[in-house]
């Protein structure tokens, strides 16, 4: 009996110290959740048999249970990297089959499909559009899919529509003259620059993501509150000798306290004709009008281009020097792919050499009610069994799941000095276990002597 009993035990002892090796050895993996050997101790009697003398007949290993408590997540500056802060696993796409994993070290394959170490395919829910809100209701979060990333695609481009003037004029300005005739210049020559005060350009693009330079002119009047403003883009063809006054004009009012006098301004749209300006690329700008298209219109929008709102709701009139605080627009050019942005809710932006980013879906996050009862595949990955229960589906951030961090792993939960303490216990309790056999035998061997 005592062999057994002390078999059972070195047994015991071996299977904790396999259970300790394990850990210590996957010290730098991943994603890789500890285990712990459990126990319990074992009688054998017979049924209906009660004895206050009764002696156990050793132990045996219960059960070996995995503590799926948080790991130190580590940055590394590759986009690619995924952390899951809190509960969850993030879903894998296994030939079919779902697996569930905590190392998030993704990349992507030769078909744009993001991918672990195993070819895995990461799942996500994909956008039902392109979209500016982070809200999970703009999510197809019934629809869970490969996540594939637009390697060949091109963000395309937007033609200006609106332009945002912000600047501050001198009110220490004066009207222009001619001094040839001791009058005020009739028109503004834009290629002499005395026929005008100041001005300030930005790039404008047209339909195809041309860029063009577009400038405004101001011109002070003989009314200290008055200025006239003249808009011209670049790249005028035929030239005219020079070109003169563009058609582009308005003019804007202040109050005494150098604010625009919103009443008394009215700003027309602009509208350029890109048939005469270099490039002569077919393109237009503005938003076209669909109502004026024809049979021959291209791609059946309007014929004539549309016009460019000019906003100049924050010019002022103070008695600094001519300074601009904004100028923008809101066109782009094309783009081409530069790389990803994952937010702590898992959504994957795509960036583009335009300066734009497309949302291309929002990373799925999967919870179990009992993940000890995950069955454990190798490779990091865990996958459904009937003692965890069914993958509960949802979005990171959201209730029990976990939040996304990017470019950033979750290392291994292992705390290795506890580790090494432990396995000096279970060696401790072998070799105390290994003295009961051969105690046991000197005591047999001794009957036998008798």
Do not use: C
């Not at 291209?298 to 000019?310: A, C, Y």
């Not at 069955?375 to 990171?396: E, K, M, T, V």
């Not at 961090?405 to 276990?433: F, G």
């Amino acid at each position: 009996m005592m062999f057994r009993i002390g078999l059972s035990g070195l047994n015991a002892a071996s299977a904790d110290l396999q259970v300790t090796g394990n850990n210590i050895a996957n010290t730098g993996t991943v994603g890789f959740k500890e285990s712990r050997a459990e126990f319990a101790d074992v009688y054998a009697h017979a049924y209906g048999w009660m004895s206050k003398t009764e002696i156990g007949s050793g132990v045996r290993l219960a059960s070996n249970t995995q503590l799926f408590s948080q790991g130190n997540i580590e940055a590394t500056g590759n986009a690619m990297d995924l952390a899951i802060n809190g509960e969850g696993f993030f879903v894998m796409n296994d030939n079919g089959s779902q697996v569930y994993t905590r190392a998030g070290a993704f990349q992507v394959d030769r078909d744009g499909y993001v991918v672990n170490s195993s070819g895995q395919r990461l799942q996500g829910y994909p956008a039902v559009d392109s979209m500016t809100s982070r809200t999970s209701a703009n999510f197809s979060v019934g629809n869970l899919g490969d996540m594939q990333l637009p390697l060949n695609e091109e963000s395309s481009a937007l033609a200006t529509t609106e332009v945002t003037a912000s600047v501050n004029l001198s009110s220490n300005a004066s009207e222009p003259i001619d001094p040839t005739t001791g009058a005020a210049y009739g028109a503004v020559d834009i290629s002499n620059p005395d026929t005008y005060n100041w001005s300030s350009s930005l790039t404008v693009y047209d339909s195809e993501g041309a860029a063009r330079a577009m400038t405004l002119y101001y011109v002070k009047t003989a009314n200290p509150l008055e200025w006239t403003v003249y808009a011209e883009l670049d790249g005028m063809t035929p030239a005219p000798a020079p070109p003169v006054t563009p058609a582009n004009t308005f003019t804007m009012t202040f109050d005494t306290n150098g604010n625009l006098d919103t009443t008394a301004t009215t700003v027309p749209p602009l509208s350029f004709d890109l048939a005469l300006y270099e490039p002569l690329n077919g393109a237009t700008i503005g938003p076209l009008d669909p109502t004026t298209a024809t049979a021959t219109s291209p791609n059946g929008l309007g014929v004539n281009p549309g016009e460019i709102t000019l906003d100049i709701s924050g010019i002022t009139q103070y008695g600094s020097n001519y300074s601009v605080n904004d100028l923008s627009q809101d066109g782009y050019a094309n783009g081409k792919l530069t790389g990803l942005d994952v937010d702590q809710n898992g959504i994957v932006f795509a960036r583009f050499t335009n300066g734009r980013s497309e949302v291309l879906g929002q990373v799925a996050i999967a919870n179990f009610s009992n993940p000890q009862g995950l069955q454990q595949l190798g490779d990091n990955n865990w996958a459904q069994s009937y003692g965890s229960g069914d993958p509960i589906l949802g979005s990171p951030g959201d209730g029990r799941f976990g939040s996304i961090q990017a470019a950033a792993l979750e290392s291994s939960n292992v705390d290795l000095t506890e580790e090494l303490v432990h396995m000096i216990e279970a060696q401790r309790n072998y070799q105390a276990n290994a003295k009961t056999i051969s105690t046991a035998d000197e005591i047999t061997q001794t009957i036998i002597n008798m």
